[in-house]
């Protein structure tokens, strides 16, 4: 008798475990409903995000914890916030993401440079390429809208991807952006930032650069005008012999 009393006990604290709740109905249809016709249900409340921040963060672990909801009440933060692991997240907030254009060679106009040299279009193996000729001062300009989802304040980033037939020295590559508004220049006129850029490790081995524009763009900026040279006799010296062929760049931009 007592062995058949202490198993069907058993059998009810498990069934209990793992049984579905219900406030407020009797067949509750997850883990957990909540069901009311008057009221709703009230979460843990900091008056600020700098009370929360300082009584339950430094309690907390992205083991544990990751999801756990509060709720803010003050004017500047007033919302849902939840723990994403290592801090409180408004539950809502714009996330920034990174966006990006490309441009391949034919999409790149070609200029002349202050000797009138004039890079250009070839073809290195099957792959198209812009080349800057060696002992030159050659340019090449994009033309770029400023995308709409841009956030109005983060810097544009610059890659460049590139190869070389020489495998020693450094190019030397400057960065000129203008950022025009709907009427007029309004910055950059004279901003310029130099790079220099290693030769390809292997003879035309694929390489990478990686650079932010000198210049930042002001939030009413409509487009971005941006030229790149390659100077054999400026700042920094340009010690390649050989070309620079240039396959394509990517602006990247935070939304």
Known sequence: MKQTVLINLLLLVSTSLFAQ????????KA???VVSPTSGMLIPRYSTLASANTKSLPTLNGTDHSGLMIYIDEAANRGFWFYDGSAFVKVGAPVSRTRSISYGPGDIDLMPGSSSEIPTKQSLGLT??????DKSDSYIQIVVPIPADWNGTSPFT???????QATTGNFALFFIPVYL??????SGTNS???????ASS????????TTTLCAAPPSSSRVLKLTIARYKSLGSPDTVIGDFNLLGLRIDYQD
């Open 21 to 28: 709740v219900g406030i407020g109905t009797t067949s509750p």
């Open 128 to 133: 198209p390429v812009i080349s800057f000729a």
């Open 192 to 198: 310029l930032c130099g790079l220099p850029i290693p």
């Open 158 to 164: 610059l890659t460049g991807f590139y190869a070389s």
């Open 202 to 209: 292997a003879p035309n081995g694929l390489m990478q650069f």
């Open 31 to 33: 883990i957990l409903e």
């Open 181 to 186: 508004s709907l009427n007029s220049v309004i």
